[in-house]
């Protein structure tokens, strides 16, 4: 992805070899061991020639020789842990860095005392600048009826299959009472294009389906009422700055990364943990339990707002600044 957002974003981009170590056969660790050897090589000529003040990492097997190389010619650095939970090459490399941000206090416990700065997870301005509407006016913009709740579906660019097929099932239920917003992602898009002309029309005019939303993602954030998504890194922070209560599912085959990540919003009080093999049972209650209680989705809510940082992005730049004067 970074190959095309960064340098749409007017920035330069240098890649260097890599590949990842941990959970991977032996063959591969073999062959990918090989590839870090290379990067070591690319990343001590990258930083000869750029000469930075210091460097901000953010995890990722790629990050380790980069990381190693900064700590050889003392280069000051601080690594971003989005997640609550580090994985192996943050756990490695934290012992090369200078300071840690991170999303959540959960994270403190990973690593040595005084090392852990928690700044929150920067949500990108233009999601934060659909805050400056109200629900009525983002579901106005958005198309949706603005005198029905709200429930938002998404499972990431490129989608979540299991959660797509489980509303998709449940679909003729829930639009007899409620507008769904799914946002599909592009692998499943046909799938789920095609399963939205076989509704009736009564129930079709409050369906709304995109394989994909960019801009118009701030508005679905802030028309909905509860969400049905991922646990990935980004709803830390993107679900408290709408202050949006959600029903999180974990990617089975995400390690313990989104499990953590679901259970710390769960366990304050902003969000409900389904697993993923139970969703074809377990979605429709838990969407009607919630979604119909306006006095549980405000105590969600709010305990969801208690967890914005809005100054994530200024602290990290800060600590970045720290490392430097």
Sequence with gaps: ????????????????????????????????????????VQANRLLREFRPNVLFLTGGYVNVPVALVAR????PAAVYLPDVEPGAAIKRISRWVDKIGCTADGSQRYFKPGQVVVTGYPVRTELRQALSLSRVEARQ???????????????????????NRALMAILPELLIDAEVVHVSGTLTWDEVDENAQTLAPELRAHYHPYPYL??????????????????????????????????????????????????????????????????????????????FDDRRLAAMAQAAWKLD??????????LLQLLVT
């Design 1 to 40: 992805m970074e190959e095309k957002l960064v340098p749409q974003a007017g920035l330069r981009l240098a890649t260097i070899d890599g590949g990842p170590i941990a959970g991977v056969p032996i063959r591969d660790k073999a062959m990918n061991a090989g590839r870090l050897g290379r990067g070591l």
């Design 72 to 75: 050889t010619r003392r280069i």
């Design 141 to 163: 913009a958005l198309g949706v009826d603005v005198n029905r709740p709200n429930l938002f579906v998404f499972g990431g660019s490129r989608g979540a299959q299991s959660i």
């Design 214 to 291: 960019h801009a118009e993602m701030a508005l679905a954030f802030r028309s909905a009422d509860l969400i049905v998504a991922r646990a990935g890194a980004s709803m830390l922070g993107e679900g408290p700055a709408f202050g949006v209560p959600a029903i999180l599912v974990p990617y089975p085959h995400a390690w313990r990364y989104q499990k953590v990540n679901a259970d710390y919003l769960a366990e304050r009080g902003a969000a409900i943990r389904l697993n993923d093999d139970m969703l074809q049972k377990d979605l429709l209650p838990t969407v009607r339990q919630l979604l």
């Design 309 to 318: 940082r809005p100054q994530a992005a200024a602290d990290l730049a800060q």
